[in-house]
């Protein structure tokens, strides 16, 4: 089992930033990759970036590239969502999920989730 715990949403206003943290436990991580989700109220979860455990490669979607990135520090497992320029519409719950092998960028793929933290962003 792995545990994902995430960190670091809150109240910003358009143009401000934050990072998302999500830190991982239970079996080891070094083979799992790692995305970020959102789901905003009334709306389907959808994809927001991933990155592989090991030798790097990341996917955005394309309405954050540019603006966030995704990295990650295997000593803590730990990944990171850095959030910069940030827009009404990037308001949701965020979620970090896990899973076996490379990355994936559809939800349905990922075996672990953590509960999510809320960003909203203030126009």
């Known amino acids: 089992q792995v545990q994902l715990v995430e960190s670091g949403g809150g109240l910003v206003q358009a143009g401000g930033s934050l990072r998302l943290s999500c830190a991982a436990s239970?079996?080891?991580?070094?083979?799992?990759?790692m995305g970020w989700f959102r789901q905003a109220p009334g709306k389907e979860r959808e994809f927001v970036a991933a990155?592989?455990?090991?030798?790097?490669?990341?996917s955005y979607t394309d309405s954050v590239k540019g603006r966030f990135t995704i990295s990650r520090d295997n000593a803590k497992n730990m990944v990171y969502l850095q959030m910069n320029n940030l827009k009404p519409e990037d308001t949701a719950v965020y979620s970090c999920?896990?899973?076996?092998?490379?990355?994936?960028?559809?939800?349905?793929?990922?075996?672990?989730w953590g509960q999510g933290t809320q960003v909203t962003v203030s126009s």
């Open positions: 239970g079996r080891t991580v070094s083979s799992l990759a």
């Open positions: 990155i592989n455990w090991r030798g790097g490669g990341t």
């Open positions: 999920a896990a899973r076996s092998g490379i990355l994936q960028t559809s939800g349905l793929t990922y075996n672990y």
